[in-house]
């Protein structure tokens, strides 16, 4: 979660400088196995590597830090076999979701190796040993009392911000990257967008069958994918429903340029079946763009009232759903102003400062000097 951490440090740096002195560390990775020229050799030899630095030098690295800093905070609850080897009852972690222990949790379901399972289960030890567990969702919070992963009493919920490069006007170089990207927009345009990674709980076999259902109706549509890659079983699923030459498949861009992409879209779609807050749904917002759902209490915790809710992995709702939102669209009017209008509106209630205020709080008060050290952790992600 490097955007939770940067804009973290840059608010407690900007507003709080007077009070707290925030640290931000990023240990290098180091690819000890080095690069094989075997493909498949290569991506072994690249998930030891992701190992090796995550599981031996990273908590190597930390200990070696461990009186340096009044607080200590692992920005992501992934790393939280770094409270290991730091003092505990001076450590935080910001607690994203629950997919590192879905493997633990519903084994038949989330279906992982022995060693991987091992590894989860010395993270979620590493996060049971925090003085203090804050997450982005109530939603969140809740899964982690049900599971019975961690007390009440050591969690707090403080949701994440929006950026503001999201409801600022769109910078001229960012325009001419994104016509560069999709070609110039005109007035048979019609883009629907999903922003996010493929694995399983973003739900994409439902975002490309509820495409195809509109397809149709709509030749002019497009489906825009903004996050990476689909795998070679959602690239055979668009062959097979006869959309593949409708789909523009995008990488992660700047945050400008997405800003760009979010205001072109004319409706923007959030299939997943599971998520800890659902980021692109407020930043989707913040331009005034219509967002789509599934409905998860999590996405209803954070679209409210301004987001449209669909029953999760029904097809048939979203194709209708989705329909008619984009007649609407097509007609304008007054329900298209007051859409957008409430869409910006709860966008501007979450804030990156507010963010940093909360987390400010809540180093004041674990520490009883009222002078903390904040340590903000982001490495490699671990894939296997």
């Given amino acids: 979660m490097d955007l939770v951490a940067e804009m973290l440090h840059k608010h407690l740096s900007s507003e709080f400088s007077s009070s707290i002195q925030a640290t931000l560390l990023r240990p290098s990775f180091i690819p000890l196995f080095g690069h094989i020229p075997s493909p498949l050799a290569a991506e072994t030899a690249h998930n030891a590597d992701r ?10 690295w930390a200990r070696s830090l461990r009186d340096r800093f009044d607080l200590f905070h692992v920005a992501d609850h992934s790393y939280s076999q770094l409270v290991h080897q730091l003092p505990a009852a001076r450590t935080i972690v910001s607690c994203h979701d629950i997919d590192t222990f879905r493997c633990i949790l519903e084994p038949p379901t989330e279906q992982r190796s022995r060693p991987f399972r091992a590894m989860a289960r010395y993270i979620l030890r590493g996060l049971q040993r925090a003085a203090r567990v804050i997450c982005a969702s109530v939603e969140t919070q809740q899964a982690l009392i049900l599971n019975r992963l961690v007390p009440a009493e050591r969690l707090s919920v ?56 509109l397809a149709a109706e709509f030749p002019a549509a497009r489906l825009v994918r903004v996050g990476g890659g689909f795998t070679s079983e959602q690239k055979q699923l668009a062959r097979t429903l006869g959309i593949d030459s409708r789909i523009v498949e995008m990488p992660f861009v700047d945050r400008d340029v997405l800003a760009a992409i979010y205001r072109r879209a004319a409706v923007v779609l959030m299939p997943s079946e599971a998520e800890g807050f659902g ?46 939102l984009l007649r609407q669209s097509a007609a304008g009017g007054h329900a298209i102003t007051s859409r957008r209008d409430s869409s910006t509106a709860r966008a501007a209630r979450f804030s990156w400062s507010e963010y940093a205020a909360k987390y400010a709080d809540v180093y004041r008060a674990m520490n009883s000097s009222g002078l903390a050290s904040s340590f903000e952790y982001r490495q490699d992600s671990l894939q296997a």
């Fill in 51 to 60: 190992i090796f630095n995550r599981f031996i030098r990273y908590p190597l």
């Fill in 279 to 324: 980021l692109p749904i407020i930043e989707a917002m913040a331009g005034g763009t219509t967002v789509v759902a599934s409905d998860l209490p999590v996405l209803r915790e954070v679209g409210g009232d301004a987001a449209i809710y669909c029953s999760v992995a029904d097809v048939t709702n979203w194709v209708d759903t989705v329909s008619r």
């Fill in 158 to 213: 403080i949701p994440y911000g929006v950026h503001p490069a999201f409801s600022a006007p769109i910078t001229p170089g960012a325009s001419a990257q994104l016509d560069a990207l999709l070609g110039q927009p005109d007035q048979h345009s019609l883009e629907i967008l999903h922003v996010g990674s493929t694995i399983p709980r973003k739900r994409i076999d439902i975002l490309l069958r509820t495409f195809a259902g």
